[in-house]
């Protein structure tokens, strides 16, 4: 009995001790793996290091208040262009409009309205736009929208996610196609997301009021690039061009819906692993300024290089009917430019 229990404070006193430890180094590894993971994801995501000027070109940016929208437009600025930005909250766009003036001491910035998730909203900006600008040398989709699980719907009856993520940017793109036909060689850019291949779009529920929103967000992005595949077949032989790009997972405001707690998690994942809003906009930046891409069309881009998309989302047939789809949701007029 005696011996039993001296063996016991004897295992008491060497393993309690030893289990502490190897917890502690546990810990200490799981942290220097976390390290190690964030600085791969620091240092191996694309950078564009060109200096290429955009002086005396017109660019509209949509949806830059925050985020990698604020980020390109600073550094489209930064570059020389005349940078229009189009934001359905005028009061904060002007705040970062002066921010960005401050900043990169070009003083053409200027904010206009835009609501992309109502079409009287789009077309007023568009008719604006075709009053008052003579080129439209880039247009910038960057605007995004994403709910986890509440409902809403646009003043069209349309689900807000994807009446923002798509259906506003496609009604846009026809309603200023004839001015960057005009200013060719011009582009288009949109900003998808790798996220799409997480969802599908469902082609015969164009409007779907039912769905989870935070599914539909990456069922957006899929649009995005179907989107951008037959905007840019339909464009050959313009001077416009078409591309999409996945920006990476960026810490923006984006993911502020997400409820908790699974938003606590979310933030600590945010910060050690998702890139900033600067590194977001690299690859936007990119095919907005770089010369050697004047002539690349319908791609889809990532970390500043041409990436490949699923077969779904090279479904060609299914970016026709979506585009097809479109035109209905959209409404478009007699009166208004076919692609």
Known sequence: MIVAEAWKADYLYWVFPLLIILGFLAILGLIGIFFIIHLYARFTCGTYREKTRMDGKTVIVTGCTSGIGKETARELAKRGARVIMACRNVDAAEKVKDE????????????????????????????????????????????????????????????????TNHYGPFLLTHLLIDLLKKSAPSRIVIVASSLYRLASFNLDNPNPLTTMPGYLYYASKEANILFTKELARRLEGTGVTANCLHPGLIDTRIWSSVPAPFSWCLTVINKCFFKTAVQGCQTSVMLAVDEKLAKTSGKYFSDCQESSVSRAASDMNKAKKLWEISEKMVKMQDTDSRI
């Open 100 to 163: 960005i003036i401050d900043g990169t001491k070009n003083t053409k910035v200027l904010v206009k309205k835009l609501d992309l998730c109502s079409f009287a909203s789009i077309r007023a900006f568009a008719d604006d736009i075709n009053k008052t600008e003579q080129t439209l040398d880039v247009l910038i989709h960057n605007a995004g929208y994403a709910q986890s699980f509440k409902k809403n719907k646009s003043e069209d009856d349309i689900e807000m996610t994807m009446a």
